[in-house]
């Protein structure tokens, strides 16, 4: 898709371009409200600032349905095929690494009660690993404005990728 093409198309079909990016509905329309743009740079600057702050609500949200690292998202989706081409650097091939992601995410989610998330896109598993047991260390709070960014980081690199 092109920038053109989005500029142009109507309200819904210009939603369903940017929802596989995070699903956040204010996120969503923010940035779709606020065309037309002139280049890609200006659409990723509207999409950070409405990436910010994100709720723990919304963040909650948009991760329900987020696969954990090292697993492969199921369907034919927009959302599911953008995650299993960031995650095409995590490959389970290496066991020790992939059991250590199994155990990290457990220990992940039942520590923050929510997915692990990272942006994974150019990161190798062993990379991811060694996120993950450091920000095994953050609190609570910490670890919701680590999220949040990560989080502001996919979504951008998304509609980047779509757009650009």
């Not at 963040?59 to 989706?77: C, Q, Y």
């Not at 389970?92 to 994974?120: C, H, M, T, W």
């Not at 990379?127 to 980081?153: D, F, G, K």
């Amino acid at each position: 898709m092109k920038l053109d093409a989005f500029n142009l198309a109507d309200r819904d079909a210009a939603q369903a371009i940017v929802r596989p990016c995070v699903d956040i509905d204010r996120w969503v329309d923010a940035v779709v409200d606020a065309r037309p743009y002139s280049n890609v740079e200006e659409v990723v600057e509207v999409a950070r600032r409405a990436a910010a702050p994100w709720t723990e609500a919304e963040i909650d949200g948009a991760l329900a349905h987020h696969p954990r690292i090292g697993e492969r998202a199921d369907g034919a989706n927009a959302e599911a095929n953008l995650s299993r081409s960031e995650q095409a650097g995590v490959d389970p091939a290496d066991q020790s690494v992939a059991a250590a992601l199994v155990a990290g995410n457990r220990a992940y989610e039942e520590k923050f009660a929510r997915v692990f998330l990272i942006r994974a896109a150019g990161r190798s598993a062993p990379e991811i690993l060694e996120a993950l047991s450091e920000r095994m260390q953050n609190t609570p709070e910490a670890e919701i404005m680590v999220v949040a960014e990560q989080l502001r980081e996919i979504a951008v690199l998304r509609l980047e990728g779509i757009l650009g």
